[in-house]
């Protein structure tokens, strides 16, 4: 596991800068936007709704400080026993359908801004429960023995490419080698991606149903003649 000095030092070396103050705060940068890009800490909370409002702050009404980026809205009605996804739309889609004062069970979302929700239609039950799951922000490093321990340890030297790609572009004096580093963390990004979904497992093949446009031959020797002449005898 790499420590938090030794980030900073990678990055300062691949960037051609010593400033260690500003290769901390961009090796934080660097790791939140991988944790949160690749959701490799995530959870959810349940939210309880009130009738009649439909606009809610993710920091100031659910005290979500470590929100990074949301999965799923999953709505519960109060009293019923199956729950849904909400559908996500643009806010200009929402305000559009806002327009006809509709009533009924909430079915779509968006975002205003930032850090704010809408939902749609109003909820019109106070108890009805919003399951939200989200990518966590993770933890900063912030002594020089921290590790970032949400990052597996053969891929955390691409938080150092990350950092050092913005502490080039801070400093600006050598374009080349920021678009280098930057092309650089791309194809690390890459190929985690890729771990992770491998890391994910598989699944077998569906079985196909229905009618086949090319049958396959039924399995035989191939060592035996087989022809159409012998077929009709």
């Given amino acids: 596991m790499a420590t938090f000095a030794q980030l900073k030092t990678r990055a300062q070396n691949l960037a051609l800068n010593d400033d260690d103050v500003e ?16 959701q490799l800490k995530v959870t959810q909370v349940s939210e309880t709704l009130t009738q009649g409002q439909s606009v809610y702050d993710i920091s100031a009404d659910w005290g979500l400080t ?8 999953e709505y519960l009605a109060l009293g019923s026993t199956y729950s849904y996804i909400l559908e996500p739309i643009s806010a200009d889609e929402l305000l559009a359908l806002n327009a006809t ?3 009924g069970a909430t079915r779509q979302y968006a975002f205003l801004g930032l850090d704010t929700i809408r939902l749609w239609p109003t909820p019109q039950t106070t108890g009805d429960t919003l399951k939200v799951y989200y990518s966590q922000t993770p933890t900063a490093l912030v002594n020089d023995s921290d590790v970032p321990a949400d990052i597996p340890s053969q891929w955390q030297w691409l938080i150092a490419i990350g950092a050092a790609v913005r502490l080039a572009d801070a400093v600006g004096e050598d374009q080349n080698l920021s678009a ?8 690390g990004m890459d190929r985690f991606q890729k771990w992770l979904g491998r890391r994910q497992g598989r699944t077998a093949k569906r079985i196909q149903v229905g009618y086949l446009r090319n049958p396959r031959r039924p399995f035989h020797d191939p060592s035996t003649y087989y022809s159409f002449s012998q077929r009709q005898s």
């Fill in 23 to 38: 290769a901390g705060l961009h090796v934080n940068d660097a790791l939140t936007d991988i944790v949160v890009g690749a």
């Fill in 180 to 187: 280098s580093l930057e092309a650089k963390f791309e194809a």
């Fill in 101 to 103: 004062n509709p009533i």
């Fill in 66 to 73: 470590d929100f990074g980026a949301l999965q799923y809205l």
